[in-house]
């Protein structure tokens, strides 16, 4: 199977969407199959190399006039690498892959990582599109994709190719109690209402002590999924910002409670591994290309026959 990976961009910025492609593109390589990825490039372009990616360069700015340079190079890397499967993970790409498609040449995989984008229901060019969460499958079936046409693979970043292990990573000195939030500093992700909480709750423990990993989220989107639905931890309604900084004083506040909740937090890990991500995308594919088989049988049926 030969898989072709579009992204815009192969920057090191902490960009979730290029982080999953990196992964996956990584991952199929070692699993064998020839993988490349097309995109404006960037630091992860020599990770991919290590792995046997190949990269061809895509720049999909979208001017006019850079548009119809991308037009023409896709098609030539379409002719080079010749694809089974073509999976584009941003909206410019599956433009580009679904509208200069010739006679279905490549099956097409989308991945819808931003929903709440009015761009997003363009994903729907593809074949098939895959859902980050249940929560985003229901919303684009809402917006008007086909039922039969999504699939479910939540993400997982456990066991990347991108990170080091666990034990070779050097520990930060930091002073306690620390609270750290992972998230891009956008108002979407819910930071003003987080800054504003650590305002109210700051005076209230000036001392250091040390605090635990317990996690505190908005109720929000496929969040309440990722947290198991509030067993590996405590859920919030999102903007917020009183309820977020009474759970943040009880955590800080009781020992036995956050030690409940960090123990919590550690359960039933297995499922975000980067690997389980791979595998399930991976029959996404295979899937596809099972249907492309039959319908093939089915026509040249047709031609034999006459029926």
């Not at 920057?11 to 020839?34: E, H, T, Y």
């Not at 700051?202 to 908005?218: K, L």
């Not at 309604?237 to 919590?264: C, E, V, Y």
Request: with cysteine; aromatic share 6%.
């Amino acid at each position: 199977m030969r898989i072709l990976h579009i992204t815009n961009h192969l920057q090191k910025i902490g960009n979730g969407i290029v982080n999953v492609a990196v992964d996956l593109a990584c991952l199929q390589a070692q699993s064998g199959f020839d993988v490349a990825v097309a995109s404006a490039g960037g630091e992860y372009e020599t990770l991919l190399a290590d792995y046997g990616v190949k990269h061809f360069h895509l720049n999909q700015c979208r001017t006019p006039l850079n548009l119809i340079k991308a037009t023409w190079n896709y098609r030539r890397i379409i002719k080079d690498f010749q694809p089974d499967i073509v999976h584009v993970h941003m909206m410019t790409g599956v433009i580009l892959a679904g509208i200069f498609r010739k006679n279905r040449e490549y099956h097409l995989v989308s991945t819808i990582h931003n929903e709440f984008q009015p761009s997003a229901v363009l994903m729907g060019l593809a074949d098939q599109v895959i859902a980050v969460s249940n929560a985003v499958a229901n919303s684009m079936m809402k917006r008007g994709i086909p039922s039969e046409k999504l699939r479910v693979v939540s993400n997982g970043t456990l066991g990347s190719p991108r990170h080091k292990k666990l034990q070779d990573y050097q520990p930060v000195a930091m002073q306690y109690p620390s609270i750290t939030t992972v998230a891009g500093m956008y108002n979407r992700k819910g930071i003003s209402e987080l800054i504003e909480a650590f305002k109210i709750i700051a005076e209230d423990f000036p001392e250091a002590r040390e605090a635990g990993c317990a996690i505190i989220a908005s109720n929000v989107d496929g969040i309440p999924e990722t947290l198991d639905h509030s067993q590996a931890g405590i859920l919030i309604p999102p903007k917020d910002i009183g309820t977020l900084a009474n759970t943040l004083t009880q955590l800080l506040s009781d020992r036995q409670l956050l030690n409940k909740w960090k123990f919590r937090a550690q359960q039933n890990l297995a499922r975000f591994h980067a690997a389980r991500v791979n595998e399930e995308t991976l029959a996404v594919y295979r899937e596809l290309m099972r249907k492309s088989n039959v319908i093939k049988v089915m026509e040249i049926r047709k031609l034999v026959t006459g029926k």
